[in-house]
């Protein structure tokens, strides 16, 4: 495994602040399917992207797929932008906001 590769998994576990328990708990409340920007159907882009962080964060291996590291890649960008994000803090409510970011 590559220097680069093990920094971005570091960090996403390090961003990520929940585990796969606790997000998948959150993941089936009326809360978090009531924010997010859908595509097509019911379920919100953000919605779709912690229901991966889930599998994800139960699977320890260190053979991590290209795609997967691409994901934590996303993951880690979205969670840096929302939480210095002058926007969430003018025109979000602070609980709207949070739900927004555990979503993603």
Same mark, same amino acid.
């Given at each position: 495994?590559? #220097?680069?590769? &093990?920094?971005?998994? !570091?960090? =996403? ?7 796969? #328990? ?7 409340? &009326?809360?978090?399917?009531?924010? /997010?920007? #859908?595509? /097509? @159907? ?7 992207? /912690? $229901? ?6 139960? +699977? &320890?291996?260190? @053979?991590?797929?290209? !795609? ?12 840096? $932008?929302? +939480? +210095?994000? %002058? =926007? #969430? ?6 609980? $709207?906001?949070?739900? %927004?970011? %555990? +979503?993603?």
């Amino acid at each position: 495994m590559s #220097k680069d590769v &093990k920094s971005v998994i !570091d960090e =996403f576990y390090s961003s990520v602040n929940m585990t796969a #328990k606790e997000l998948k708990s959150w993941l089936e409340t &009326k809360e978090s399917k009531s924010v /997010g920007q #859908k595509q /097509g @159907d019911d379920e919100s882009i953000g919605h779709k992207s /912690g $229901r991966y962080i889930v599998e994800l964060l139960q +699977n &320890k291996k260190d @053979d991590y797929t290209d !795609d997967e590291i691409s994901h934590m890649k996303k993951v880690i960008s979205y969670i840096h $932008r929302q +939480n +210095n994000s %002058k =926007f #969430k803090i003018q025109s979000m409510p602070a609980a $709207r906001c949070a739900i %927004k970011i %555990k +979503n993603s």
